[in-house]
């Protein structure tokens, strides 16, 4: 069980640096809020991970709070990135 939890570990590190190298890259400002979007998620996906290998429930709230926080926080960037868009 602990190569299961070290490949999605690894996985989830590729696409972590994948990630930020869109961050890095991204042509538009709603590249790059997508892409910090998606890394929060995956921070969020290792820290499931953890929870599942140590069987340690207390993170829980946690990951479900970070998750709600990040959701409404990239949907409130992605409006004002396209209000600025369109005043422009």
Same mark, same amino acid.
């Given at each position: 069980?602990?190569?299961?939890?070290?490949? !999605?570990?690894?996985?989830?590190?590729?696409?972590?640096?994948?990630?930020?190298?869109?961050?890095? %890259?991204?042509? =538009? !400002?709603?590249?790059? @809020?997508?892409?910090?979007?998606?890394?929060?998620? /995956?921070?969020?996906?290792?820290?499931?991970?953890?929870?599942?290998?140590?069987?340690?429930? =207390?993170? @829980?709230?946690? /990951?479900?709070?970070?998750? /709600?926080? !990040?959701? @409404?926080? =990239?949907? !409130?960037?992605? %409006? /004002?990135? &396209?209000?600025? &868009?369109?005043? %422009?």
């Amino acid at each position: 069980m602990n190569a299961v939890f070290a490949i !999605t570990l690894i996985m989830l590190c590729v696409a972590g640096l994948l990630a930020l190298l869109r961050v890095l %890259r991204g042509p =538009s !400002t709603l590249d790059r @809020i997508a892409a910090l979007d998606v890394f929060v998620v /995956l921070i969020v996906a290792a820290a499931a991970v953890y929870v599942a290998f140590y069987r340690d429930s =207390s993170n @829980i709230p946690l /990951l479900a709070a970070v998750a /709600l926080v !990040t959701f @409404i926080g =990239s949907a !409130t960037a992605a %409006r /004002l990135v &396209e209000r600025w &868009e369109r005043h %422009r």
